[in-house]
């Protein structure tokens, strides 16, 4: 052996010692921004710190996924945003889960049937509008309630989870109009390869789901996605990589070679286009999405297909993994989805959301994996959202963490089972939180990247 490699055996046996568990597995579900796992299983990052992960499809959707995280089946997996913070609340199951890092920005669409799209168009609606609003939706509503009275049939559409940003989107989208999802339709969780066929049969007018279950339908030509998440919240947290707090703290060095291996493979992703279609390649393999390459080449390489029967469009950051700090786990990315909780009734008791949030986003842990890969940190962990062209929503709402309580109220459709002034109570802190805005940088590559002048050649 020469010294060269005896070098880099003593690197890899001292890396190995360091990892308190080899043997790993981790759960995701066949979705493109299961990507970053992936990748980091296929081009070897794991290996690279002394991991062998067995990187596991779970065929249960995401219920399956957070019961094989708490009961240790799973050490870690993909998570979608909400779920760990509902674990911890004890509303999504019961267990101090942990957001270890965001596995990707954006990646979703709302995706009609071809019957509700043609009732939208006689109420005026323009499928070419980029974003798109519910405006027509909501007249088509009004009009079946008038016509219905006290019969009237509400709209029934789907999504992932009851916490999942599908959820909270679908019913961002739909209030933004003054729709009341909870009146006027009837929203239903679905795991996400099955959304298609329920549209298809009939049992849904529409869902809410990541790539690439909506272009599956835009491609049969059965309906079209009217609205990406991009569209309503641009550059907006979708999946996590979650595990028990527990798990975290007893192997220390275990998660920190796991998060380094994921970070390497989102900045593997954003790099070039070239390696997004290498991973279209990899995702279409029946262990991992099992869909056609040239389906996930649709969303995964710059391009999105809105409509059915036209031409894709340019959509540079529908799945942004590295760049404008998108594996970066935000305090105040975490507790929107709390905001979300109680604006749509699921938490029926006053909570320090802050206190939650530190409680279950881990961004002390990534800066220490990330420092060590050269990936790098925004000036805080907090920041507002709404304020800038690349972090826009589309109603022109701005959330300040600092004025989370103040936010979840100020909309016109809201429901939430607190008052205002106990949940004001409960989070005294208000005002405190020192926010920074991260500027927009692409320093990992065109990929995700929406402007090439902001890319670090």
Known sequence: ??????????????????VEKKKLTIGFIALTDCAPIVIAE?????????????????????????????????????ALAGMPIAATLGINGDANLQALMSLDFNG????????????????????????????????????????EGGKYQPLSFGMVHPVSTHNYELRYWMASSGIEPDRDATIKPFPPPTMPSNLIAGNIEGYCVGEPWNERIVLKKKGSTLVTNYDIWNNNPEKVLQARA???????????????????AQMWLDESWEHRKEA??????????????????KSMTGTFQYLK????????????????????????????????????GQLDK??????????????????????????????SPWKKDGVDKY??????????????????????????????????????????????QPDYVCPYGPAGCADPKYVTK
């Open 391 to 436: 972090n826009m929503f589309m109603d022109g709402k701005v959330y300040d963490p600092n004025k989370a309580v103040e936010y979840i109220y100020s909309f016109k459709v809201t429901n939430p089972l607190v008052s205002e002034a106990d949940l004001k109570a409960a989070n005294a802190w208000e005002g405190s939180l020192k926010t920074a």
């Open 108 to 147: 979703n669409g709302i995706t009609f049937g071809n019957n509700i799209i043609k009732k939208m168009k006689t109420y005026g609606m323009d499928e070419k509008k980029r974003p798109l609003g519910s405006g027509s939706l909501k007249k088509y509503i009004d009009a079946k309630h008038q016509k």
């Open 309 to 344: 029967g036209r031409d894709s469009e340019p959509n540079p950051m529908f799945n942004v993994f590295a760049n404008y700090y998108a594996a970066y786990p935000f305090y105040s990315h975490g507790m929107w989805f709390i905001t979300q909780m109680y604006r749509w």
């Open 1 to 18: 052996m020469t010294l060269a490699g005896l070098t880099l055996g003593l690197v890899a046996t001292t890396l190995m010692a360091d």
């Open 350 to 379: 006053p909570v320090d959301m802050k206190a939650v949030i530190e409680k279950t986003y881990r961004p002390d842990l990534f800066a220490i994996a990330a420092k060590e890969v050269g990936y790098a940190l925004p000036p």
């Open 42 to 78: 296929e081009k070897g990052f794991f290996d690279k710190y002394g991991l062998d992960v067995h990187v596991v499809k779970e065929g249960g959707g995401w219920p399956g996924i957070q019961q094989k995280v708490i009961n240790g089946e799973y050490d870690f997996s993909h």
């Open 246 to 264: 527990d798990f975290v703290e007893k192997n220390p060095e275990t998660t920190k070679a796991v998060l380094k291996a994921i970070i390497e």
């Open 280 to 297: 279209a390649k990899i995702l279409s393999k029946p262990n991992y999405v099992k869909a056609p390459v040239s389906v996930l080449e």
